[in-house]
T-cell receptor, first 112, second 112 residues
């Protein structure tokens, strides 16, 4: 089955630690995205990638980093520089932005 | 100019009633307008989408109305059911770009 997979579903991190969230898609999509969602809030774009080995900052990129070494994979690292990392993180992919975006099931990150 | 303004923030409707959610945009370059449905703890999923060459699109109980001159579009859910209780996001994007602009979401509750 084609789809987009995020792992893990739940993640706990101690303050000061970096943590990496996984996102894999087998839809053959060129574009991939990372969004952050806080309770009762909309979707805020962290980073997006149009093609392998290229990515662009979104609206809230500070404290985050990404890589796009393979078409299928777009991991997100939440660094210790992110002041308030506790949130629900969503990965998505699409052919282009004027077609349907497919979302993963999300990773809930909690800083303890 | 990149914002999409969504209202209301929350909505309570009786079973069988009509739910209406509105969105407004400024950027006339937007040419793709999707609506996403999100259940708690899950990723959003595409519900219905419209392009500006039509004024209305219907899929089952869900209808998008699009007013290009007013730069507004809305989602109508006919015969609303308790299973429709979810958060709904409108979005907009432009051909050839790789960014979706999301509204802030509407939390819909349908009372049985």
């Amino acid at each position: 089955d084609g789809g987009i997979t995020q792992s893990p579903k739940y993640l706990f991190r101690k303050e000061g630690q970096n943590v990496t969230l996984s996102c894999e898609q087998n839809l053959n999509h060129d574009a991939m995205y990372w969004y952050r969602q806080d309770p009762g809030q909309g979707l805020r774009l962290i980073y997006y990638s149009q093609i392998v080995n290229d990515f662009q900052k979104g609206d809230i990129a500070e404290g985050y980093s990404v890589s796009r070494e393979k078409k299928e994979s777009f991991p997100l690292t939440v660094t210790s520089a992110q002041k308030n990392p506790t949130a629900f993180y969503l990965c998505a992919s699409s052919t282009t932005a004027d077609t349907e975006a497919f979302f993963g099931q999300g990773t809930r990150l909690t800083v303890v | 100019q990149q914002q999409v303004k969504q209202s209301p923030q929350s909505l309570i409707v009786q079973k069988g009633g009509i739910s209406i959610i509105n969105c407004a945009y400024e950027n006339t370059a937007f040419d793709y307008f999707p609506w996403y449905q999100q259940f708690p703890g899950k990723g959003p999923a595409l519900l219905i989408a419209i392009r500006p060459d039509v004024s209305e699109k219907k899929e089952g109980r869900f209808t998008i109305s699009f007013n290009k001159s007013a730069k507004q579009f809305s989602l109508h859910i006919m015969d609303s059911q308790p299973g429709d209780s979810a958060t709904y996001f409108c979005a907009a994007s432009s051909s050839g770009t790789y960014k979706y602009i999301f509204g802030t979401g509407t939390r819909l509750k349908v009372l049985a």
